[in-house]
Structures are given as C-alpha cells and as structure tokens.
C-alpha cells in the first residue's frame, strides 16, 4: 500500500514569517494530495489540495506544491498568523486515502 | 451542508467491555470511512464502505473490531473486548465518489475513547 512520509514533525516560527511542510509518497498511482489543518480537539479540515496533473496551487496565503517525478509535495504558508497554529497532515489518496503522520506548526506572536 | 455527525463523543471504558460509535455521513456520500487517530499520530484507515459494501477493510483488527452499514447510510464501528491500546478517537468521514470536488473526504468531529 500507499506510504506517506511528513516532515518535519514540528515547527516552530515567528508570526509573520514562512512555514513549509514537505511529504513524501510511494506510490505513483497516486492522483490526489490533500492537506488537513487539526485544531486541538476538533475534526481535520481541508485547507487546499492538489490533483497530480498540477504542480502548484495557490489560495491566498497557501500554496501546495507537487512533484510528481521525485513523488513528493509541499504545504506553503507565508506571512504566518497565531491562529495558523495546529496540525497540519498530508495525505496521498487513489481510492484511499494515507496520511501522514503530522505537523505541528506553532506560530510565535 | 450538514456536515458528518457522530456519537458519542467521548466514551470511558474499562479493559474488556464494548462500545459502539454511530456515524450518519453527510447526506448523499456514498463512501464512508472509518478511522483511528491516535494522539499524536495521523489518522490510520480502518475500513471503507462504498454504500452498504466494503472495499477495505485490511487494517481492522477482525478479532476485535466489526463495522457495518447496513442500509448505505448510517454506520456503527464495534470494539469487543476493548483493550488499553484501542485508547484513541475514532474519526468518521464521507465523501461523493468521482473526480472534481467529490474527492474531497469531510471528517465528523470524532469519538473519543478512553480505555482504562
């Protein structure tokens, strides 16, 4: 099955600056990356996602970014806020879908 | 939208007894999904139903662990005997099979097991 590698598994920055998750995956079927934010004690929430015939996208202050030659991909936030800090998963998906292990991202005011 | 509810939401348990969680996907998904998160970890696949039939169910503990979803709609996920490592939320989520939007998966706020 589908193996999916998150790094790093926390990251500490200060408010204003730039976070990058980056995740690995296995297996080149895959066709769908999504990423999940989690605050404490609530459901995973889509925050952007990508399909494998794009290589980046952009919402506002996120943007994922795909590769599908070397199989990984990238969450970007720029200009970080205090309410961007939670857990971030990746996930690989072609009927299924694998997560990553996790992100947690604190923003430093 | 309505969104995936499920129940309950926290549950304390000793070692050996049952519990069940009831999850009613979001209204017209006909995929649904039955996770394990536990803390600190991503959440672990196990089992995957498109209506009322399984496509996966590779990483459910069969000795202990059953699920069904008998109509295509409601699902309940069983746990007997329950042990210290079930300890863990139990994460529900749905989604319209197909490209496009319906790719997305919505997740329920979860059910929160405690196994003492």
């Known amino acids: 099955g589908e193996n999916v590698e998150q790094h790093p598994s926390t990251l500490s920055v200060q408010e204003g600056d730039s976070a990058v998750i980056k995740c690995t995956y296995s297996?080149?079927?895959?066709?769908?990356f999504p990423w999940y934010k989690q605050e404490l004690g609530k459901r995973p929430q889509l925050i952007i996602d990508?399909?494998?015939?794009?290589g980046e996208k952009k919402d506002q202050r996120i943007a994922v970014t795909l590769n599908k030659t070397a199989k990984h991909f990238s969450l970007h936030i720029t200009e970080t806020q205090p309410e961007d800090s939670a857990v971030y998963f990746c996930?690989?998906?072609?009927?299924?879908?694998?997560f990553g292990t996790g992100t947690s991202l604190t923003v430093i005011p | 939208e309505a969104g995936v509810a499920q129940s309950p939401r926290y549950k304390i348990i000793e070692k050996r007894q049952s519990v069940a969680f009831w999850c009613n996907p979001i209204?017209?998904?006909?995929?649904l999904y039955w996770y394990q998160q536990i803390l600190g970890q991503g959440p672990k696949l196990l089992i995957q139903?498109?209506?009322?039939?399984?496509?996966?169910d590779s990483q459910l503990p069969k000795d202990r662990f059953s699920a069904e979803r008998l109509k295509g709609v409601d699902s309940t996920l069983k746990i007997q005997p329950a042990k210290l490592e079930d300890s863990a939320v139990y994460l529900c989520a749905s989604r319209i099979p197909g490209r496009g939007s319906g790719n997305t998966i919505y997740f329920g706020e979860g059910s929160w097991l405690t196994v003492v």
């Open positions: 996930a690989a998906s072609i009927v299924q879908f694998y």
């Open positions: 297996d080149s079927a895959s066709n769908y």
């Open positions: 990508i399909r494998s015939n794009v």
């Open positions: 209204s017209g998904h006909a995929t």
């Open positions: 139903f498109q209506n009322n039939g399984v496509v996966d």
